[in-house]
């Protein structure tokens, strides 16, 4: 068997256990012997049938969708200049409708040589003209990745198939922007017009799509159903499967069973991690444990109760069995956090999380408190399963040093409430997972560790943090990320315990998983990647 490089080593030890890995050359089988089921047969009318679980939950417009699932909606029907790399560990850019691009040194100019040959969904031609109209309707629709281009200053065309871009300030992060699954799409300026309404093409956008992806999008119906087909003038590689069918499937036992009987071809997402440890050992499909950036947090508020005290947040990061909670809840799909960010985005020499697990500190500081001082709540992010787990761990653990911990789950919508709050109505800790919108470390620092940070839950910072992300921004420089990363860890704010694979089981005759997947986009494929072999 051929080994592509790159790969992680979790990869490389289901690699070794996989009993049909011989007969995929490119793929990676956690297939074992400890379990079976007839595989199921390949579809004959080239209709590929995946699922969501529950609806994606906003509209699949590329300026307003910021969650997880609905990526399999919005990367396969629009495309932005630049993307990343299928099959790789680490991010790595590469052209998509711009086929070349230059960076001047203080990170302000970004020059494109741009694809011809492209069309738009409507028939229109892309062109330059494109991507300032694209990102005048990102920042008119003003949504959660609108900030991608607020500081562009300028985008000036030479012809039709040159642009320049020129920020207002220097960015670092601004080309991985650009290749971010939320990074601009280029929207057909015609399809916008003719469609603008009121809101700016909103209305539209909830069941159409106006990009140059390999897909359009041809049904919407929220809560029920999404449909893709494949668009006949597509530049580039023609997909195998002519039609995507998604059913939106209401929980994860009904989306198995369709599955095992063969009504889905693969489950992309928000598997239990009981399931994935049965899909591992089952030869009668094919399981990939893919790496991603998405790691899982311990999140402690510095606003109430003991954790007000910088120590007491340090003895609880010492305090967390981090090996248990890994062992006890992700069966293979998970290892321990080693660094201060997300898995796979800074050199694993930099931005060390160097937390050795003793309960004693916080044992101690636990029985100096008075009685009703040592109750506190475990929240969790109720969307995942896997997080009430984690928090009933925790609890247990606390409780084997003094504290009492009642566990509480949270919806997304109430999290998200708690940001600029100080975290006056949130849990004194919080479990649950994130991913970062692109790549860079000034992202995933900025919208989790500034004061007005999208993820910082709890309302927690410091001055040298936010210092030492400005100059990352500003110069790209790892060095200052670590730093940032470092200050980060010594307010006792944060704990990133496990860094997270996406686990896909999928039927034995569905090809080309690896190679569609993409580890900045976690739960969505490439589907034009994807055959019956």
Request: proline fraction near 7%; glycine fraction near 8%.
């Amino acid at each position: 068997m051929r080994r592509r490089p790159g790969l992680t080593s979790s990869r490389r030890r289901v690699l070794a256990a996989g009993a049909m890995a011989a007969a995929v050359a490119l793929t990676l089988t956690a297939c074992g012997g400890g379990g079976s089921s007839a595989p199921n047969a390949a579809p004959t009318d080239t209709v590929l049938k995946l699922s969501f679980l529950q609806d994606i939950g906003q509209p699949p417009d590329p300026d307003i969708y910021y969650a997880g699932q609905g990526l399999m909606l919005t990367t396969n029907t629009y495309e932005g200049l630049l993307q990343f790399k299928a099959g790789t560990e680490k991010p790595v850019l590469e052209p998509l409708l711009a086929t070349s691009w230059t960076a001047s040194p203080d990170n302000r100019v970004f020059s494109f040589e741009l694809r011809q040959g492209v069309t738009f969904h409507d028939g229109t031609p892309f062109t330059a003209a494109a991507i300032k109209a694209s990102f005048d309707r990102r920042l008119a629709v003003n949504q959660g990745p609108a900030y991608m281009v607020a500081d562009v200053a300028t985008v000036t065309t030479d012809g039709d198939y040159r642009a320049t871009i020129t920020l207002a300030e220097p960015n670092s992060a601004f080309l991985d922007y650009l290749a971010s699954p939320y990074g601009p799409r280029m929207m057909s300026p015609t399809a916008l017009a003719q469609h603008a309404g009121s809101d700016h093409a909103q209305t539209y956008l909830q069941t159409h799509d106006v990009g140059t992806g390999p897909y359009t999008l041809s049904d919407a119906q929220v809560g029920s159903r999404y449909a893709l087909k494949a668009y006949p003038g597509y530049w580039g590689k023609k997909p195998y499967f002519t039609d995507v069918e998604l059913p939106v499937l209401t929980d994860t036992s009904a989306q198995q069973l369709q599955f095992k009987n063969g009504q889905v071809a693969a489950i992309t997402h928000d598997l239990p991690s009981s399931a994935v440890e049965s899909y591992s050992k089952n030869t009668g499909f094919t399981s990939y444990s893919l790496p991603t950036m998405m790691s899982g947090n311990i999140y402690v508020n510095p606003n109430k109760g003991m954790f007000t005290d910088v120590t007491t947040r340090r003895a609880l990061q010492q305090a967390i069995d981090v090996e248990s909670l890994v062992k006890q809840t992700y069966f293979g799909r998970g290892t321990v956090a080693k660094q201060v960010y997300p898995p796979n985005m800074i050199d694993p020499q930099l931005a060390l999380q160097t937390v050795r697990h003793d309960p004693a500190p916080l044992t101690k500081v636990a029985a100096g408190l008075p009685s009703d001082q040592k109750n506190i709540t475990v929240g969790y992010d109720s969307s995942n399963p896997d997080y009430q787990l984690v928090a009933n761990l925790v609890s247990t653990q606390l409780a084997s040093m003094g504290i009492t911990a009642k566990v509480q789950g949270y919806p997304s919508s109430e999290v998200y409430g708690w940001v600029g709050t100080k975290g006056k109505d949130a849990p004194e800790l919080f479990a649950s997972s994130a991913w970062p919108d692109a790549p860079s470390p000034y992202t995933w620092g900025h919208i989790t560790y500034d004061p007005d940070g999208g993820l910082n839950y709890l309302g927690c910072s410091s001055p040298e943090t936010t210092s030492a992300l400005t100059e990352g921004k500003r110069t790209g420089s790892s060095e200052a990320f670590s730093t940032a990363a470092a200050r980060a860890l010594e307010t006792g704010c944060w704990l990133n315990f496990v860094d997270i694979n996406d686990f896909i089981v999928a039927q034995s005759w569905l090809k080309g998983v690896e190679k569609a997947h993409v580890v900045t986009n976690p739960t969505a494929l490439r589907l034009a990647e994807l055959t019956v072999g």
